[in-house]
């Protein structure tokens, strides 16, 4: 099946900087990318996502990049603010037919921006 | 409109009772899904419902969990005879029936066994 590693665990960066996150996936069918971002005690919600026919995607501060060759996507943050930390999760899955079906997710990345 | 509610939000629960959660999906949305997250780790695809279709239930730990969804609307996780690995936050998710569609998530059951 699916696995999808996650790094870092970890980021703190500064008000302002940029941060990245990146993961990679090993089923090369997989090919729909969401990122979710969960606050502390509120449920996951989707900030961006990515599908395998494109290469990059913006959303304002927000962009996912896709190599499809080496299987792996990222999701860069620019211009951080306090309200951005949070835990991101990248997921992947094999969309088809009618449903993007399950989702595989990284362990994670707890980012912290401090003001 | 409402989003994906689930009851209840905590649940405290001995060691080898049974449990169930219940997940209430967007309406309209045909498709659901199960997923757990443990303290610290990503969340993990427990079980998928699609429409009328037979569910996935590869994502079950052990056969002790099971999983309805009656009327194509609610669901509801059963877990039978609990154990302390159980303990974790429960995630319910819905999604309309199209390709590259976003899943919604429910704010969770925390489950505790004791």
Known sequence: ?115 | GAGVSQSPSNKVTEKGKDVELRCDPISGHTALYWYRQSLGQGLEFLIYFQGNSAPDKSGLPSDRFSAERTGGSVSTLTIQRTQQEDSAVYLCASSVTRTYNEQFFGPGTRLTVL
């Open chain 1, 1 to 115: 099946g699916e696995n999808v590693e996650q790094h870092p665990s970890t980021l703190s960066v500064q008000e302002g900087d940029s941060a990245v996150i990146k993961c990679t996936y090993s089923d090369s069918a997989s090919n729909y990318f969401p990122w979710y971002k969960q606050e502390l005690g509120k449920r996951p919600q989707l900030i961006i996502d990515i599908r395998s026919n494109v290469g990059e995607k913006k959303d304002q501060r927000i962009a996912v990049t896709l190599n499809k060759t080496a299987k792996h996507f990222s999701l860069h943050i620019t211009e951080t603010q306090p309200e951005d930390s949070a835990v991101y999760f990248c997921a992947a899955s094999i969309a088809s037919g009618g449903s993007n079906y399950k989702l595989t997710f990284g362990k994670g990345t707890l980012l912290t921006v401090n003001p």
